[in-house]
């Protein structure tokens, strides 16, 4: 039979019950474990190969040698470029990147979208914002 | 000196702004209540005219200037004046006369014609195709209306809102026979509102804003307002036809009364507007035609009967 | 008011589409008389830039045509890849794929339901759908690592797998947003307004739906029985059973019956594959060179059928790849369904057809201003063109070509 108002019932009860929005910023939504968001280095395992480099999609990572040390390399990530694909994760043979669940990556200025990894000479992996 | 009291401050223009704006949040906020989300905080209506008015008022290169500036005023004032002669609580309303109720009824369709107007005089595609159905919509329920609140009126034998108020104080299991006359009057007054189902003049995915499509800044606040004062009056008006009960506990009682028989109607046009999808004008006119007035119709007859058997 | 005839433009800004496209009406009081459709305004040169990437990049790009059949357009490029280069997907991998395309096909046709709603003034149903939808979001986002644009293929199969412990979450999902639909079929099939609005309107007849080469739920509904999953079997399909949901009403009614109907047919699916996915690898290496060859994919995505040709030389850069989206088949209907229509009924007609005019740019047509006419230009046409007409502001790219090329060949 067709009437109308089909939905007054469940939209009564919805009155009753608590509202379906989350309240970002102050509760935040954690994402999966695997979600694809910033990148991670460990320098300790790149060998310079720049397998990522070539297969990146929008030419977001640049590995360089670290000047003055004997195979080390850096990487310099833009975050603005960057797709999230993880294909750089995928294609690195050492598993030198990985892909956290940080997905807050909003700046104000532009520079700070470049995100460089392990330039200091025989340093440890802290990145540098 | 109390003219100008109540003309500006209560119950004219100050406590008509305030309650429109609380009449706008409490909408909204069931509105989205209803929708399983969180509304607007409750400063939302305050801060949005506040907003409006201190943005810059463009009036389009072909629009008619004058008329484009001066129809949100005209449709703030006759709302107003409309509200002078409706009883909140006790028997009589401020400025009560005989033949008031036809005076309230006219001063509420003044609104109708300045969006037509306002929208017709600004010369773009989108305000004219708006203005003319805002128009169209008026010739289909403003018979019902008219009827249906008619039929209180005769069943009290006299044309003044006030009148009314006195016969339903003498007599209150008479409301009982108005009940079909108030649905009735509640989806004509989702009509005269421009509220879902019939908010065809203002259809945002068809026609950008309507008759409001060329207006900013302060013109666009007062007609927003606008609006919202004719939530409020026309939901009082409403009540002191419909539901003229408990009018002789006082003034501070019956102010409560009043507000919470405000915020029931507020309440029913909330619930229509979001258990429906919005209707076509075709079907809008064929609707209101061959179902409401009818039925209209025979509220009034059975007022009628009613009237000779009570004599 | 006078019954004159004016134009009124629905677009290409407009609060009724959700993307760029110019539908040109010219009214009489409020019935349509004529309708000029032009389209082009979502162009990006996706093409183009295809060639200059190798197939991994374009694998990404190529995802990036659409935000809501993403899956869709990556899963048929890799398919005509995998052709041209011989490669066998595992079955596991094929599920998976599979698995991810329902997940994607509820997932649009939930968003359908919530934009079709608010067109016709019906916000309710709008915060409602997409309230479930983001039930659907998360699984997506727990299986694949994104909410849109998932990245899930790579060629020769799938790059994630699906783990034990994300099955039992899946079908929970999948429970909670069965009931929903149910409740949702019985509203579109009982309220009123809503049949008001969408029955009668935008009616389709299936000789034109034939003739004008209407595809996906839009043909459906007008009784046309072509769905590329059970004629032309690709992914896992070939093995699981499902109805393809034809109906007779042939207008925007009989669209939204097909959508809600493929919903429940996707959630049938969706436990299917759960129930039978084989154990195996997911992907086979694929070498970085693809012999040459040329290959035609089809695909169905939420919208009709997806096209896509592929050719390439032998080098790791395809030559040619061209992309058909449903839109672009479906567009050329809207003028037909619109003739004599109201205005009232253009926006729900338009989005009926569930366009997704960001698949749909692939060329532009430039008109002449004072002559009117239309042409279409080939790539080094247009190039002379666009030299041409910088000369003429003074600008000369020569010099700074030359300039370039000198300190690119110094690094």
Not at chain 3, 221 to 230: E, F, K, P, Q, T
Not at chain 3, 343 to 350: G, K, N, Q, R
Request: net charge positive; with cysteine; aromatic share 10%.
């Amino acid at each position: 039979m067709f009437r109308p108002g089909k939905m007054t019932a469940q939209v009564l009860r919805s009155l009753f019950k608590k509202p379906a929005t989350s309240m970002y910023p102050f509760v935040k939504h954690p994402m999966p474990k695997d979600f694809r968001g910033k990148l991670r280095f460990y320098q300790e395992k790149c060998i310079g190969c720049k397998m990522c480099m070539r297969d990146c999609p929008s030419g977001a990572i640049t590995i360089k040698p670290v000047p003055g040390a004997q195979k080390k390399f850096m990487a310099e990530i833009d975050l603005a470029k960057c797709l999230y694909c993880a294909q750089c994760v995928d294609s690195c043979p050492r598993k030198a990147l990985e892909a956290t669940a940080d997905y807050e990556l909003a700046q104000l200025e532009h520079g700070k979208l470049k995100v460089v990894y392990g330039d200091q000479t025989g340093g440890d992996t802290k990145e540098k914002t | 000196m109390e003219a100008l009291f109540n003309i500006f401050v209560f119950p004219g223009l100050l406590f008509v702004a305030v309650f429109g704006l609380a009449a706008e949040y409490i909408d909204r906020k069931l509105y989205a209540l209803m929708q399983n989300r969180i509304g607007p905080p409750w400063f939302q209506p305050v801060a949005d005219f506040i907003k409006l008015a201190s943005k810059q008022e463009l009036v389009p290169e072909h629009a008619d200037s004058f008329v484009f500036k001066m129809m949100p005023v005209i449709a703030i004032t006759s709302i107003i004046t409309a509200f002078l002669y409706i009883p909140m609580w006790g028997s009589n309303a401020l400025f009560a006369f005989k033949g008031d109720l036809v005076v309230v009824l006219y001063l509420l369709t003044v609104p109708t014609l300045t969006y037509f107007l306002g929208g017709w005089y600004s010369r773009s595609v989108y305000s004219m195709i708006g203005a003319a159905r805002s128009l169209t919509q008026l010739f289909a329920y403003e018979i019902p209306l008219f009827i249906s609140i008619l039929a209180p009126a005769m069943l009290a034998d006299t044309w003044s809102l006030s009148g009314i108020s006195e016969y339903f104080s003498v007599h209150p299991w008479h409301i009982l026979f108005n009940i079909p006359g108030f649905v009735i009057a509640i989806i004509a007054l989702l009509g005269k509102l421009e509220k879902v189902p019939f908010d065809i003049p203002e259809a945002e995915t068809e026609i950008v804003a309507g008759a409001f499509t060329e207006y900013s800044g302060r013109l666009l606040a007062l007609f927003r307002m606008a609006i919202d004062m004719e939530l409020v009056i026309g939901a009082s008006l409403l009540a002191a036809v419909f539901l003229p009960f408990g009018l002789h506990y006082g003034p501070w009682v019956g102010f409560g009364l009043y507000i919470l028989k405000v915020l029931f109607i507020i309440g029913l046009i909330s619930l229509s507007r979001t258990i429906v999808a919005r209707l076509r004008i075709d079907q809008m006119i064929g609707f209101c035609w061959k179902v409401i007035a009818p039925v209209a119709f025979l509220q009034f007859i059975a007022d009628l009967i009613i009237k000779g058997i009570a004599k | 008011m006078p019954e004159r005839e004016f134009k009124i433009p629905i677009g290409p800004q407009h609060p009724a589409l959700k993307e760029p496209e110019s539908f040109l009406l010219t009214l009489r009081g409020e019935k349509i008389t004529e309708m000029t459709v032009r389209l082009g305004y979502n162009h990006r040169g996706i093409e183009k830039a295809c060639e200059a990437r190798t197939y991994i990049q374009d694998m990404y790009l190529v995802e990036r045509v659409c935000g809501i059949c993403s899956h869709s357009h990556s899963t048929c490029f890799i398919q005509a890849v995998e052709e041209i280069a011989g490669l066998q997907v595992p079955k596991r991998g094929l599920y998976i794929r599979t698995l991810i395309a329902e997940l994607e096909r509820i997932h649009s046709h939930l968003l359908w339901l919530g934009v079709a709603g608010h067109e016709i003034g019906f916000d309710t149903l709008l915060m409602y759908t997409w309230r479930d939808r983001e039930i659907v979001m998360d699984i997506l986002a727990l299986v694949t690592g994104n909410r849109v644009n998932y990245g899930m293929n790579t060629i020769g199969g799938v790059r994630r797998d699906v783990t034990t412990d994300q099955i039992p979450k899946i079908l929970e999902a999948i429970d909670k947003l069965e009931e929903r639909t149910k409740y949702y079929i019985q509203v579109g099939t009982e309220e009123i307004t809503l049949r008001e609005r969408l029955s009668g309107v935008g009616k389709l007849s299936k000789e034109d739906a034939i003739r004008l080469g209407a595809v996906g739920p839009t043909a459906r509904a007008s009784g046309v029985n072509r769905d590329v999953r059970r004629d032309d079997p690709y992914g896992a399909y070939g093995e699981l059973t499902f109805d393809v949901i034809i109906d007779n009403h042939s207008d925007v009614y009989g669209r939204t019956l097909v959508r809600l109907g493929e919903l429940m047919q996707s959630y049938k699916l969706v436990r299917q594959i759960i129930r039978q996915l084989p154990e195996g690898p997911i992907s086979v290496k694929a070498p970085r060179r693809i012999p040459a060859g040329q290959a035609v994919s089809r695909y169905e995505a939420p919208r009709g059928e997806d096209v896509h040709f592929v050719k390439s030389n032998g080098s790791d850069k395809p030559e040619r790849v061209k992309v058909r989206a449903p839109t672009l088949a479906n567009v050329q209907v809207v003028a037909h369904m619109l003739k004599d229509g109201y205005l009232a009924d253009t926006p729900i007609v338009i989005a009926a057809i569930d366009p997704c005019f960001s698949c749909t740019d692939r060329a532009i047509s430039r008109t002449d201003i004072e002559s009117g006419r239309t042409d279409r230009m080939d790539w080094p046409e247009l190039r002379t063109y666009g030299i041409n007409w910088y000369r003429k502001q003074g600008i000369d790219f020569s010099e700074l070509n030359k300039k370039m090329r000198v300190l690119r060949e110094s690094n």
